[in-house]
């Protein structure tokens, strides 16, 4: 018990080293190539914080658990919204930026529905749910016109506001690299050590993996949008969470269903498409209102995640 603590402490020292390493170099990035950090936010930081997801998704259908790569979809993009931009609103008001709100945000509620209305046969011909090759095939489809859109952001230069140059080209790779090992590295130990504690104190199976698997996998943007947020990097905290509900749909879902095929029979509560769905509306509802995410919308995405994991906990 007490090696797995130390672990435990470890793994949370690596983790948030690694953010601050991360967002660092990530916005050095950004600088150096003359790029908006919204983009550097929505490629590089979605896509390195969302590495776990894909592995345990991967890992999942190949042995057969369906509805654990669901879950983790689903799971991921409800905590992403909701405990992550809640806890980072408590550390400042995230500036949401215009071609945000009239973009990226519209682009994130469309495919979170487009994933909604594909787990949901049963409500339009009375059969089944399932979750079909032809279904994963559309999610890549739509994730790639989301590729097109931020190869289009490209020719965006810097905005005037924004800091250029800081660190070298070389150094804000290394950081970025680094910090994204050690936040996958602390993630897993985090996760690994809590299961272990866990188990140790007697706590089920059922309870570890709605809990700490669950969050788990959403330690890297946790800690990352957090860590942004501190740093004024606004822009890094909101792309980090839009690009990685898109990622998680459109790769982390798509490609392994696409390849490895669809899933026969999917078991899941409705509450918990309504809450994915009601998490990215009133994320666009709230930055289209004054172009920010407040302290007080973020305890609303808090009340909502407390209100929601009771339910997932206990009914």
């Known amino acids: 018990m007490f090696l797995q603590i130390i672990l435990l402490i470890i793994g949370f020292i690596i983790l948030i080293k690694g953010a601050d390493f991360f967002v660092d170099g990530a916005s050095g990035i950004a600088e150096n190539f003359h790029v908006s950090k919204m983009l550097i936010g929505l490629t590089i930081v979605a896509f390195g914080t969302s590495a776990p997801e894909f592995a345990v998704s ?5 042995a057969g658990s369906g509805d654990i790569v669901l879950g983790n979809v689903i799971g991921s993009n409800v905590l992403n919204i909701l405990l992550i931009l809640g806890l980072s609103s408590q550390f400042h ?14 682009i994130t509620l469309l495919i979170t529905t487009l994933f909604a209305c594909l787990l949901s046969d049963n409500l339009f011909d009375k059969t089944k749910n399932a979750f079909t090759r032809g279904d994963g095939i559309t999610l890549i489809l739509f994730f790639l016109v989301f590729v097109y859109y931020l190869i289009s952001m490209m020719r965006n230069k810097i905005d005037e506001d924004e800091k250029t140059n800081t660190i070298s080209l070389g150094k804000a790779i290394l950081w970025t690299v680094g910090g ?13 050590s809590s299961s272990a504690i866990a188990k140790l104190l007697g706590v089920s199976e059922r309870m570890i993996s709605l809990t700490i698997i669950a969050l788990g996998t959403s330690l890297p943007e946790l800690v990352t949008s957090i860590s942004a947020t501190r740093k004024g990097e606004y822009d890094i905290a909101i792309g980090n969470v839009v690009g990685s509900n898109i990622f998680n749909i459109g790769v982390v879902i798509g490609v392994p269903i696409a390849i490895f095929g669809g899933i026969g029979t999917v078991s899941f509560s409705y509450i918990d498409i309504i809450v994915m769905i009601l998490a990215a509306l009133l994320l666009f509802i709230f930055s ?12 609303i995405f808090l009340l909502i995640f ?4 009771s339910y997932v906990i206990f009914v």
């Open 93 to 106: 008001s995230l500036n949401v930026k215009n071609n945000t709100v009239k973009k990226e945000l519209p």
């Open 58 to 62: 991967v890992k999942s259908l190949l």
């Open 306 to 309: 407390i209100i929601y994991y």
């Open 288 to 299: 289209r209102n004054d172009y920010k995410i407040t302290r007080f919308e973020g305890l």
């Open 180 to 192: 994204i090992i050690a936040i996958v590295l602390g993630a897993d130990t985090v996760v690994n």
